[in-house]
Structures are given as C-alpha cells and as structure tokens.
C-alpha cells in the first residue's frame, strides 16, 4: 500500500488523457507491454474476455476439457496431443492483418520511442507490421520442436498437420531409432558369425532392439509456443534486466496481466517509471498510474491524431 500511495503522490498531477500525450510525446525508451487484446479487432479471440477462447471452449464442450487451460498446458498435451491437434487450426497465424495497434508500435519504433514490445501474444502480427525490437515472450508458431530429441523445426514443417489436425512426430527421432536399430542389426550379424549357429534365433528380435533405443513411438512435436507449465526463454530475463534501466515510460497495452511472469513486468521496472493502461476493461490487481480504458484501437487512434502523428497504413499482404 505504501508503494501504491508513493506512486500517486509522485504522479498526483497525471491521472488524465492530457497527461498519457504528454508522457508519449516526452519519452524516448518506451516499453510496451501487449497481449491478445491487441489482435481481437484481427479476427484472433483473446483467453479471457466473454467471446475469448476460454468461454468458447467451455461452450463447446467438444474436447471434453476439464479446465479450458488445459488446452494449453503442457503436462496434459505431453498426454492428450491429438487434442491440442484438433483445435490449433483455429488460432494458426494464417490471413490476418496486422491491427492500428500493432501500427501504432510500429509508428514508435520509427520515431525512435521504442525500447521494446515484449508481445505475449504468438501471432507474430508485431513482425508482420514491421516491429523490430519485440520480443516474444510466449513464443510463436515460427517454429517447433521435438518434446523428446528436442531437434528445432521450421514451424511451417508442421502447417500440414495442423490444417489436417494431425499430430506430428519428429522425423529426426525416426531417422536416430532406424539408425540405432540398423547399427544393432549390424553389429548382432557380427556377433553371430562367431558364435555358434544354435544362438542366432534368439538375437533376431527387433521389438527388443527397439526397446534399447528408448522405445516408443518418436517425440511428438509441438509449436514452439509456450504452454502453462513450460519456462520461458531466458531471453526474456536477459533483456528485461537490460531495458530495466533504460525504461522512461510504460505502456501496456490488451492484457489482463494474469499471465505469470510476463505480467510482473510492472513490479520489475522501476517505481519511478511511469504506466499507462489501455483495455477494454479494468484491472483490480494492479494500479498502473493512468488508465485508459476501452478498444484499444480507437485508443491509439485517438492518442496519434491529438499528437498530430501518422499510423503507417494497412501493409498489402500478398500470397507467396
Ligand atoms: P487475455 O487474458 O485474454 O486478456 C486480453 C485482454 O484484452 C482482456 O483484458 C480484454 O478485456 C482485452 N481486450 C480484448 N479486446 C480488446 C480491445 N479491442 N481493445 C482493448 N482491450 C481488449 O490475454 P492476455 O494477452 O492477457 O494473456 C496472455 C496469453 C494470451 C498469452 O499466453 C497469449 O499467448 C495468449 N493469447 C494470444 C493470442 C494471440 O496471439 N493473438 C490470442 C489468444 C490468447
């Protein structure tokens, strides 16, 4: 509490629109902190609001979840793939259009405000607009990897499967569990040459040999997003105790901040720091300094055109 109340004598002159111009035009290194909330006008449902994934998923009952949160936890997918498989089509990064918003951090980056966009979003719409310094804290779909021999691929190596809602395995464990199988045939061959002629049936089990690979099938390979349960890149520790120093404004932008601990970004900035909130609804378990409540893309909208500041156009996508 005395923090909160240091915080609004500190700021007890900022509370207005007025005062959120001034801190944008005033700053030079601006973080910006996003979510899903910044790519609902894109056609992308967040988690949490009342037309977000998690009440959709309740309503549909159809993957018999216990918890909507499963979806994307990663103890239940390691058991239940073909699950995650049946829906990931539905938020595959595909046709979308980067947002005012994602423009409007894109129109900062150009003016040399921005210090970062950490995203939790995985929709790599940032990129598609051009950001630069974003960080994507949750990961995306650009690549995957293997759960068991941890080989990396092109995420677009697993597009197939997901249009097809099939589950995908690692075609690098395949090849490792053929050559292991191969080099034990190989090596048995040799040994019975010098044995006696009686032994050689009994070496020539293979569900055996493959019980020495490891058995099993090869690893299941997910999208390189990260699911509740999974740790996030280093990188987000590494940069975030860079930008930490260097930060001279906050704005947050489409979250609920319940995600942990991209949501704790606010307490490791420093106090002196001031915050912005843009949402379509209010948080009670944080107080960020002004609180700029509604769609976030008129927001922004409105913020530019008072500053007398551009938003770059809707980029042409083309196919291919
Ligand atoms: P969330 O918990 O669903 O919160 C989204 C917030 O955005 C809510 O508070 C909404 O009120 C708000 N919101 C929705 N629409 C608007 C709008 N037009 N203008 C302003 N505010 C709006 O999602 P968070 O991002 O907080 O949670 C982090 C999760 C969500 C991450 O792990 C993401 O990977 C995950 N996610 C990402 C995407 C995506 O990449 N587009 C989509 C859905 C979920």
């Given at each position: 509490l005395s923090r909160i109340l240091r915080r609004r004598e500190r700021l007890s002159n900022v509370s207005t629109l007025e005062d959120a111009l001034r801190l944008i035009r005033d700053s030079k290194k601006i973080i910006i902190l996003s979510g899903a909330g910044i790519s609902t006008s894109c056609g992308i449902p967040d988690f949490r609001s009342s037309t977000g994934l998690y009440s959709k998923l309740q309503e549909e009952g159809k993957y018999n979840l216990d918890d909507p949160q499963q979806m994307f936890d990663i103890h239940y997918f390691k058991e239940n793939p073909q699950v995650f498989y049946s829906f990931a089509k539905q938020i595959y990064p595909s046709n979308f259009i980067p947002s005012p918003c994602h423009r409007w951090i894109k129109m900062l980056e150009d003016k040399g405000k921005l210090l970062r966009n950490y995203t939790q979003n995985i929709d790599t719409l940032e990129s598609l607009a051009g950001v630069e310094k974003v960080l994507q804290c949750h990961g995306s779909f650009k690549t995957a990897s293997c759960l068991r021999c941890k080989t990396r691929v092109p995420g677009q190596t697993i597009e197939p499967h997901i249009m097809s809602q099939q589950v995908p395995y690692c075609g690098s464990c395949r090849t490792k569990r053929d050559e292991e199988i191969n080099r034990k045939k190989e090596m048995k061959k040799g040994k019975g040459k010098a044995k006696a002629k009686a032994q050689w049936d009994d070496n020539d089990d293979d569900d055996s040999e493959e019980d020495e690979w490891g058995g099993g099938e090869p690893g299941i390979i997910k999208p390189d997003i990260t699911f509740f349960g999974q740790a996030l890149d280093s990188e987000f520790d590494q940069c975030l105790f860079q930008d930490r120093e260097e930060v001279d404004l906050l704005v947050i932008i489409g979250?609920?901040?319940?995600?942990?601990p991209v949501s704790e970004v606010l307490t490791h900035i420093p106090h002196s720091v001031p915050q912005i909130y843009i949402n379509l609804t209010p948080v009670y378990h944080v107080q960020p300094d002004i609180c700029l409540l509604g769609d976030a893309d008129s927001i922004v909208n409105d913020l530019s055109s008072q500053l007398g500041w551009d938003i770059p156009p809707p980029i042409a996508i083309t196919n291919g």
């Open positions: 979250t609920s901040l319940k995600v942990a």
